[in-house]
């Protein structure tokens, strides 16, 4: 509970700083000596995303599985299911459709957190933005563009990922007859 309170209550832009500046330090301070500056900014990126994605993409699958209805689970054993049976025919496919809509979301919300990464230099939309902004020095066009980037991918994203929950929806139709 430590490490997804952590994650969840901290700001995702604290992290990457934590881990792009601070763990060279604290290493260091231990006499642990790696050679930091081998490693490319990308991999901090990725392990601090991974990490924050990590802790919320466990509550929101605790919380669809807190959400599927005791009777449900108490059928399942009543008709002589194991645990493991009822666990993949019964509990995951309906936990996985209440899931679905907040897993989404949250990829939508990474896909704009990427932008953050740009802070510890991890060449990205934003970051290259940056960039162009300061060689051209046109920040209000480049940073429109870049937005409208962003918006344009979001809304792409959020296209396919309404097809996907539309396709899975006729399950759900089809089983709660």
């Not at 802790?55 to 449900?72: H, P, T, W």
């Not at 409208?148 to 929950?165: A, D, G, P, S």
Request: with cysteine.
């Amino acid at each position: 509970m430590l490490y997804i309170s952590f994650f969840r209550g901290t700001p995702l832009l604290v992290q990457l700083f934590m881990f792009y500046y601070g763990l060279p330090i604290f290493l260091q301070y231990y006499d642990i000596h790696i050679d930091f500056h081998n490693f490319d900014s990308l991999y901090y990126a990725l392990i601090v995303f991974s990490l924050y994605a990590s802790a919320y993409l466990c509550e929101i699958f605790r919380a669809a599985l807190l959400s599927v209805d005791k009777g449900q689970i108490e059928a399942a054993y009543a008709l002589g299911m194991t645990n493991t049976q009822a666990l993949r025919r019964i509990i995951l496919p309906q936990a996985f459709m209440i899931t679905l809509p907040n897993l989404l979301n949250f990829f939508i919300i990474q896909v704009k957190n990427t932008a953050l990464a740009s802070i510890i230099t991890v060449p990205e939309l934003m970051g290259l933005a940056d960039i162009e902004s300061g060689r051209s020095s046109k920040f209000l066009e480049v940073y429109l563009m870049t937005a409208l980037m962003y918006w344009v991918l979001c809304v792409v994203l959020e296209t396919i990922f309404f097809r996907i929950e539309k396709y899975f929806a006729k399950f759900r139709k089809k089983y709660a007859k």
